[in-house]
């Protein structure tokens, strides 16, 4: 995907229910390229998390156009710290 000025990428997953799980745990594998770095840029990439259907997020991980991540990098969260 290039770049999107001015438009919003989400990816939502469908509810997962955790409530019979002693240790969730999320991980992937991210790539963030930013072409321009400028101050005004305004790109980000976020992970956000909600345990209330969306009423309220938590965010794990943001970048933005001051933290270039031109590479691939595994994250993996424990969410009960977090939810």
């Known amino acids: 995907m290039d770049d ?8 939502v997953s469908p509810r997962i229910d955790l409530g019979t799980n002693n240790h969730a745990e999320l991980s992937y594998v991210r790539w963030f390229f930013l072409r321009d770095l400028a101050p005004g840029a305004a790109d980000f990439f976020a992970v956000d998390i909600t345990d209330n259907d969306g009423v309220s997020w938590f ?3 943001q970048l ?16 009960e710290e977090y939810i």
């Not at 999107?4 to 990816?11: C, E, M, P, Q």
């Not at 933005?64 to 969410?79: F, G």
């Open 59 to 61: 965010t794990l991980e």
């Open 4 to 11: 999107i000025d001015g438009g919003v990428v989400a990816l």
């Open 64 to 79: 933005n156009n001051h933290q270039p991540a031109a590479t691939w990098t595994p994250v993996s969260w424990v969410l």
